[in-house]
Antibody
Framework: QVQLQESGPGLVKPSGTLSLTCAVS?????????WSWVRQPPGKGLEWIGE???????NYNPSLKSRVTISVDKSNNQFSLKLNSVTAADTAVYYC????????????WGQGTMVTVSS | EIVLTQSPGTLSLSPGERATLSCRAS???????LAWYQQKPGQAPRLVIY???SRATGIPDRFSGSGSGTDFTLTISRLEPEDFAVYYC?????????FGQGTKVEIK
């Protein structure tokens, strides 16, 4: 079955760039799925960041759109998140997740990775 | 953007009791593309209900979803110890995908 695993630095300096990767195993990233990033600040709720299709088509949350880039690496079966100009408000657990189609819920999630923005 | 408002914020119940969670949307959810997730401390969310009323794989039948348009409900018929968690609703009918703020179901 498909599994997702996030990786990346756990600490990022303010004004820097947060970079995370989500490795897809047990299936192809080029299947008919949308691949998303979702974050959760400590003790708070879930926020959708954006998504990508294997073709490279992306959709972003307007609240973050100016700072976010999501890309896909089909050769390594993974996709990535870059969030620039980070502040303490970007401190959160970051999850990658799969939607098995455009009109689909998040049916598979990674375990999440905690990213702290601090000097 | 569709804003989802969940109520109550916290539900204090005993095992064996019925839980009723509400999710109200600021505008109609396209084709009832509304999901519910369960999240336990330190874990990723888990899909419970999709399409407003369809149970996800492996979800026991004590979980049921209902509703349409702007008003949706998640019902847990008889709470088991493992059901105490935070539940989020989420709409995926329009972009951006949005979540409710969550309802915590805690042991009374």
């Amino acid at each position: 079955q498909v599994q997702l695993q996030e990786s990346g630095p756990g600490l990022v300096k303010p004004s820097g760039t947060l970079s995370l990767t989500c490795a897809v195993s047990g299936g192809s990233i080029s299947s008919s799925n949308w691949w998303s990033w979702v974050r959760q600040p400590p003790g708070k709720g879930l926020e959708w960041i954006g998504e990508i299709y294997h073709s490279g088509n992306t959709n972003y949350n307007p609240s973050l759109k100016s700072r976010v880039t999501i890309s896909v690496d089909k050769s390594n079966n993974q996709f990535s998140l870059k969030l620039n100009s980070v502040t303490a408000a970007d401190t959160a657990v970051y999850y990658c997740a799969r939607c098995s189609g455009w009109y689909s819920a998040f049916d598979i999630w990674g375990q999440g990775t905690m990213v702290t923005v601090s000097s | 953007e569709i804003v989802l408002t969940q109520s109550p914020g916290t539900l204090s119940l005993s095992p064996g009791e019925r839980a009723t969670l509400s999710c109200r949307a600021s505008q109609s959810v396209t084709s009832n593309y509304l999901a519910w997730y369960q999240q336990k401390p330190g874990q990723a969310p888990r899909l419970v209900i999709y399409g407003a009323s369809s149970r996800a794989t492996g979800i026991p039948d004590r979980f049921s979803g209902s509703g349409s348009g702007t008003d949706f409900t998640l019902t847990i018929s008889r709470l088991e110890p493992e059901d105490f968690a935070v539940y989020y609703c989420q709409q995926y009918g329009s972009s951006p995908r949005t979540f409710g703020q969550g309802t915590k179901v805690e042991i009374k």
